[in-house]
């Protein structure tokens, strides 16, 4: 007969049923089982990452605690009065470090302090408290201006 | 200045622990530059109250003054009270 085709559904067996079920449960537990292993490695690194921060300042404590303090103050200052006497964040980084630097030269227990802390005396002064007179003058720079 | 003494020696604290942890982790090797940050960024939040109990403890004691850090025996105070803080906490 010329008529259109209209397709038959065949219903599937219980059989068949039972096993789709499964299938849509298993896909739900497998997709459950990935969200929480992604969420426990997330927690994992979170708390590993409080641990090493943790460690890590207790390392700094020690480090400040045998760095002669009058290096630090002495940065402070230099940097400080400078900045007041020009107005000019460069030249006060450069105050500071020089001091910074000075002391450490003339202060030869100082020196090996910054050895033995593992700091090169140079890096000490060239990079970490550069560094941070630096980031410092930036957010007074910040602070002023809001 | 514009921002006080005070506030000042606050934000440079703050940024010298930072700055000596971050060139301690990057002498670490194994560790990536995404953990580094991590790590730092941790510290940082960290250290907001803490660094506040410092300055606490300092004005307790009325030492935060440029002309009196002149003197070693008050810069070693202030010292001693930072990292007294610290071993504290961590």
Sequence with gaps: ????????????????????????????????????????????????????????ISIAADILNIT????????????????????????AIKAGVQEASTTMVSDSAATVVANSAGFNPKDFTGIVIKNALSKTFKEICKQVKR | ??????????IFIK????????????????LSDRDRKEILRKVSAKLDSIIEEIMRELRKENILRPD????ET???KV?????RVLERHF
């Excluded at chain 1, 002669?68 to 030249?91: G, H």
């Excluded at chain 2, 010292?79 to 990292?83: G, V």
């Design chain 1, 1 to 56: 007969m010329g008529g259109p085709s209209i397709p038959i559904k065949v219903r599937k067996s219980p059989r068949e049923q039972e096993k789709a079920a499964w299938r849509r449960i298993r896909g739900f537990h497998i997709d459950e089982i990935q969200r929480k292993r992604e969420q426990l490695r997330k927690k994992v690194q979170e708390r590993a990452i409080g641990i090493a921060a943790d460690i890590a």
């Design chain 2, 68 to 71: 009196m850090l002149k003197d």
């Design chain 2, 15 to 30: 940024n010298l622990i930072i700055e000596i942890i971050d060139f301690d982790l990057r002498k670490n090797v194994s």
């Design chain 2, 79 to 83: 010292r001693e009270i930072i990292t």
């Design chain 1, 68 to 91: 002669p303090a009058i290096i630090i103050s002495k940065t402070i200052i230099a940097a400080y009065e400078e900045y007041r006497r020009t107005k000019n964040t460069e030249k």
């Design chain 2, 1 to 10: 200045m514009g921002v006080e003494f005070e506030e000042y020696f606050k």
């Design chain 2, 74 to 76: 008050v810069s070693s």
